[in-house]
């Protein structure tokens, strides 16, 4: 690297604005603590006989939660614990929460699985173990299949059950002759899957009677039972059984192997840990992994319509009429704070949240390997996938090993997507699908080999890098609401045609930047032509076909990428390529990009409600959350743009030269 080099960590000034924001919350939330009506403790050695004093705790902490009263606390001590918690109540307003958290410094683990011991050995590196039904209670993992709206099981049975060796998750196989096997033998699934994630996998199957359920599992070189064997058996680890448990906290847990159903839209949406259509929820600081089918999920109750809408028409249209039949509305339902993290290794979602989402805000969490494995498939994974993502802020995240980073299907209005770094995600880094707008896209890293597919119309591109493809297709076949300002009220339906778009103060790279194991280098760009676009390309070109125009300005084209055709103002071209690189050593993560004098000759302005206008079909500005005006007057890092000139890209005034970004 160059002596000129800079060498900048990735939100560094976001930290401190960040950390400010933090302090005065834990201010708060100390205060809240302080004035709790009851403080309860929870530690391994405890009895749930006790008063559950620190010096006299419980044992469960589902007994705390069956106690906690609004206000109350309720801290956990370290250790694992093997329970459901169902919280039977919540707090009665933001300034008297019910708040969970592990005790400061400790680890505690939560856990939907058991550990199995007594394995039998069948032959060679085969083991089996037989357990009564009663085992499981009213609930069996390995006779609840996986099924649901819009899943494709991939010509095979999948069930919500999971064998853990030493925390990593083996393969449900198709059939017992497949564990069976002669050593070294894989099924043609396994072999043509091609998937790294799957390479050396090793497999389990069960098989439940009236009676028992039996597991066989594949432990290649290991006893089992001198190991930690762990199975799922619950459905879920934090998730109250009623809608409307308001005002919860949930802070610093590991939370791990749960039985997660399929969470389509149109049915009940049980994540590992989820809210379960309620208000005001703040998870923070947790570690979420191994989750079936959703970690998160922030989504809708369930009714007798579950899962019968994949194959109708209006099968979501009708899902939206009964939620505003059932209180979604501004008032009751939403506003969760979902911030700080690590979530990873859940096959359908990280994130999950079908109308439940609205008026949230979804900040600096890590998120990755996310449908990963493909055992099966379907229209709903994502790093997070939100419905009607109304009023939603989903700022500051880290995204990467995904199948897709970011999905935003129908109803995002008055959404505000900024300062997310996504990265080598297979699909794409985001999808906007049949939504109407007014939606912002601002100082986001999209680094991936697809950055955008855009299905939609009326979202506002300022201030990102685009190192990769921008598809943009219509969608005739459908018609999908949009709302008066601020509101869950449906306004109107109508089709997609495509654009009404604006695209200001963006990068966008040609394909000749080497992206890491997302890039598509190989890929040429597209030159304009009588194309529909749909197939993607570099730059803003692919909206020449879309039957609305796009607002454009200010854009800097690198390497190959094209202009949009109307575009005559306000942009420049450069052929060189910016060495736009990702580059991973162990968790770090280092951005390399070159810029030279070009970075100051494009034609900015501030990016403002002004400048955006209306998007066509709601006819509504771009505005914030609580409708106060846009402006975009801040970088990827929070620093201060300039007002009169400011830099194309994410990154204010970074200079010339090569420039290494650290997170």
């Known amino acids: 690297m160059r002596e000129d080099s800079v060498m900048l960590p990735f939100y560094t000034s976001q930290h401190a ?97 058991e550990v199995i011991k007594n394995w039998k050995k069948v032959q060679e590196d085969v083991w ?11 609930f069996n993992p390995y006779s609840d299949r996986i099924h649901g709206d819009w899943f494709d099981p991939k010509g095979r049975e999948h069930h919500t059950g999971a064998v853990y060796l030493n925390g990593e ?63 799922n058996v619950r459905r879920t680890v934090f998730y109250p059984d009623h809608p409307g448990r308001n005002y919860i906290t949930v802070r610093n847990f590991a939370m791990s192997q749960a039985a997660t159903p399929w969470a389509p839209p149109t049915a009940e949406q049980i994540g590992l840990i989820g809210t379960h259509w309620s208000k005001g929820w703040i998870i923070e600081s947790n570690v979420i992994s191994h989750s079936i089918c959703s970690g998160i999920a922030l989504g809708k109750y369930g009714d007798q319509w579950d899962n019968t809408s994949a194959n109708t028409a209006e099968g979501y249209v009708k899902t939206i009429e009964r939620a505003l039949q059932n209180g979604w509305n501004r008032k009751t339902i939403g506003h969760h704070i979902v911030r ?40 709903e994974m994502a790093g997070i996938k939100f419905h009607a993502a109304i009023d939603t802020v989903i700022r500051n995240n880290h995204i990467y090993r995904t199948c897709r980073g970011l999905w935003l299907d129908w109803m995002a209005q008055g959404t505000r997507v900024s300062g997310n770094l996504f990265h080598d995600n297979a699909d794409q880094d985001v999808f906007v699908e049949v939504d109407h707008g007014p939606f912002v896209m601002d100082n986001n890293l999209f680094l991936s080999a697809v950055n955008l597919l855009d299905m939609s119309e009326g979202g506002a591109y300022a201030h990102n890098l685009f190192g990769g493809r921008i598809i943009t297709r219509p969608e005739p076949s459908r018609q999908t609401p949009y709302h008066p300002a601020h509101t869950t009220t449906v306004a109107g339906l109508v089709q997609i045609k495509g654009g009404d778009d604006r695209f200001y103060n963006n990068l966008l790279i040609g394909p000749a930047g080497s992206l890491g194991s997302g890039a598509a280098s190989s890929t040429s760009p597209k030159s304009p032509t009588k194309d529909s676009g749909s197939g993607g390309g570099y730059g803003l070109w692919v909206y020449d076909f879309r039957e609305l125009p796009l607002q454009t300005g200010g854009n800097l084209y690198y390497n190959g990428a094209q202009p949009y055709g109307k575009e005559r103002e306000s942009k420049v071209r450069c052929a060189s390529d910016p060495g736009l690189r990702v580059v991973q050593d162990a968790d770090q993560f280092t951005l390399n990009l070159t810029l030279g004098p070009e970075i100051k000759q494009a034609d900015t302005r501030l990016v403002t409600t002004a400048l955006l206008g209306k998007a066509k079909i709601p006819q509504l500005g771009y505005e914030n959350a609580d409708g106060a005006p846009l402006r975009i007057d801040t970088d990827y890092f929070g620093k201060r743009r300039n007002k009169s000139h400011p830099t194309p890209g994410p990154f204010e005034k970074l200079g010339q030269g090569e420039l290494a970004l650290k997170p």
Not at 84 to 92: A, D, E
Not at 128 to 138: A, C, W
Request: hydrophobic share 40%; charged share 20%; with cysteine.
């Open 17 to 113: 604005q960040v950390r400010i924001t933090l302090i005065a919350c834990i201010t708060a939330l100390a205060f809240a603590e302080a004035s709790s009506a009851n403080e309860y403790f929870v530690a391994p050695g405890g009895q749930d006989s006790n008063p559950g004093t620190k010096r006299a705790p419980l044992r469960t902490i589902q007994h705390a939660s069956d106690l906690a009263q609004p206000g109350d606390l309720i801290t956990v001590r370290e250790g694992v614990y093997r329970e459901r918690i169902n919280p039977p109540r919540g707090g009665s307003s933001d300034r008297k929460r019910i708040l969970y958290r592990a005790a400061p410094g400790e680890r505690v683990e939560l856990k939907g699985s």
């Open 128 to 138: 089996k173990v037989t357990l009564p039904n009663s085992f499981f209670g009213s």
């Open 169 to 231: 998750w083996l393969v449900e196989a198709a059939k017992l002759t497949e564990v069976l096997a002669p050593d070294g033998t894989s099924p043609a699934w396994l072999k043509a899957s091609q998937n790294r994630y799957l390479m050396g996998a090793q497999l389990w199957f069960a098989q439940a009677d009236w009676t028992n359920t039996t597991i066989w599992a594949q432990f290649k070189g290991v006893n089992p039972n001198e190991q930690l064997v762990e199975i």
């Open 340 to 379: 700080n993290n690590i979530i990873s290794h859940c096959e359908q979602t990280a994130i999950v949240g079908s109308l439940g989402a609205a008026f949230s805000t979804v900040s600096g969490n890590t998120i990755h390997d996310i449908h990963v494995r493909r055992l099966f498939s379907g229209a």
